[in-house]
């Protein structure tokens, strides 16, 4: 008898336009992560209007897709109420998470819609065990830990 080898790992893809998105639905991507116009590390990406959203997440969803935004920089306090205003627009189109650095845009996510999912971004430089139980508590779900990591640190 062999062991149950554990869940298997999500396969995740970047997707900065329509052929990206096909390319990796058609190659076996569970999910697929992808920036707007505005508060994405993924400047150098073609990245997708709100306007887009409507058929990107019908395509994503009819083949079983998740679609995760990316919204991990930073956002100033005087960009919250514009940050506000883009997530009233985006939430009516079912993403499946939100990929995040700024704690401000999380709690304003919480009270927004409370049951999606928030994913800790690489930018939130997690390392350690203590930030990823405040990760936890403020909401988020999953961690991308910090790239500089060790595969020993990672298992600690």
Not at 7 to 21: K, N
Not at 27 to 38: E, H, S, T
Not at 76 to 101: C, K, M, T, W
Not at 142 to 151: G, N
């Amino acid at each position: 008898m062999t062991a149950h080898p554990g869940p298997r790992p999500e396969i995740l893809a970047p997707a900065g336009d329509f052929d990206c998105v096909r390319a990796a639905v058609e190659n076996g991507a569970d999910a697929v992560y992808f920036g707007l116009k505005q508060w994405n590390a993924r400047a150098r990406a073609a990245n997708f209007s709100v306007e887009e959203l409507p058929e990107l997440f019908s395509y994503l969803h009819l083949r079983g897709v998740k679609g995760y935004i990316a919204l991990n920089t930073l956002v100033f306090s005087n960009e919250l109420d514009e940050a506000a205003r883009l997530l009233e627009r985006v939430l009516p189109h079912s993403p499946d998470a939100f990929i995040l650095q700024d704690f401000g845009v999380a709690r304003l996510l919480r009270e927004m819609a409370p049951s999606v999912a928030l994913h800790a971004s690489t930018q939130t430089s997690t390392s350690s065990a203590e930030q990823m139980d405040l990760l936890r508590d403020l909401g988020f779900s999953r961690v991308i830990l910090a790239r500089e990591l060790s595969v020993a640190e990672i298992r600690k």
